[in-house]
């Protein structure tokens, strides 16, 4: 699939059963994600711009590879993508945090707005949108709309878990974002959660059925 990464490593692949195992509790739900987080947080940023520096080690100056280019913004979509930012901003610690608040009607399944709250220049960062579940794709392309019309250029999306259905609806409004995720599951059911997903993720991650 064009545009779609997905991150299997073995200790993601092994961390993700846990979650999606229905006995596993939040404390170990939240603690899973923010390492898978950190994890494919290697994979996401590994286009990253460098440039050569002058250090001094203890032993002689040397040219040594510093970060340079966009800066980063982490967009959590709220509420479960809030279980993805600690992972990431523990390898990214400068990157400043938005807030995208959708949540999805249970009815028509559509994504309802409810925040937002952007770094003052995020036209100038590169967003990181993160959101353990890619289901219908209604929330996540709602998500980049709205990123889009603040002026954000440069957008990748992070998931844990998507559904064909999901990557499908937001490369057919945004082609060219780039998506990665841990895993690709089977389809969507009728009531649109993922299966075999791992169930509801932000009642799973808070606690809250
Ligand atoms: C979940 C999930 C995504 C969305 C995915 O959030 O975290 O944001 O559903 O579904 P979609 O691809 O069909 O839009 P939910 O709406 O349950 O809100 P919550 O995070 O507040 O629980
Ligand atoms: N949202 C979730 O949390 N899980 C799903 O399977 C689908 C949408």
Redesign the pocket.
Known sequence: MKNVTVTDHPLIQHKLSIMRDKDTGSKDFRELLTEIAMLMGYEVTKDLNLKDIEIETPMRKMKAKTLSGKKIAIVP?????IGMVDGLVSLIPAAKVGHVG???DPET?K?VEYYCKLPADIEEREILLV??????????TAAIELLKEKGAKNIKLVNLVAAPE?IEEVHKYFPDIEIFVAAIDEKLNEH?YIVPGLG????RLFGTK
Do not use: N, V
Request: charged share 20%; aromatic share 4%; net charge negative.
């Open positions: 979509i709220l509420r479960a993508g959708l949540y999805r399944l994504p959101d353990p579940m890619l289901a219908t794709g209604g929330s996540a999901g649109g509801d993720a932000g009642d």
